[in-house]
């Protein structure tokens, strides 16, 4: 069964940075696609980044590009997301995602962790 937990979420002012980090076990983490999603309050979850297998491409919404930076190790089985320059609307719950084949959606995924918070304040 694959396992996958994200770590690194935090209070945070506006303009500040965060690192996540989504450590993952149990599957072949070398051959998936992976994503972060995030979810705010009253929101559905939305997508926010995803990396091929290889990390050779990258994809983001539009609202996070040029401030976030998803990256993988795949010797560590852990994938990234370096956020700069936060801003308010950023807050919410983080989601670390994987799957075979992957998308910007969270039905292409099988393999979800848990979530970390990342709140940023004004």
């Known amino acids: 069964q694959v396992h996958l937990v994200e770590s690194g979420g935090a209070l945070v002012q506006a303009g500040g940075s965060l690192k996540l980090s989504c450590a993952v076990s149990?599957?072949?983490?070398?051959?998936?696609?992976m994503a972060w999603f995030r979810q705010a309050p009253g929101k559905e979850r939305e997508f926010v980044a995803t990396i091929s297998w290889s990390g050779g491409t990258t994809y983001y919404e539009d609202s996070v590009k040029g401030r976030f930076t998803i990256s993988r190790d795949n010797a560590k089985n852990t994938v990234y997301l370096q956020m700069n320059s936060l801003k308010p609307e950023d807050t919410g719950v983080y989601y670390c995602?994987?799957?075979?084949?992957?998308?910007?959606?969270?039905?292409?995924?099988?393999?979800w962790g848990q979530g970390t918070q990342v709140t940023v304040s004004s």
């Open positions: 149990g599957g072949t983490f070398s051959t998936y696609a």
């Open positions: 995602a994987g799957d075979d084949m992957g998308g910007a959606h969270d039905y292409e995924y099988d393999y």
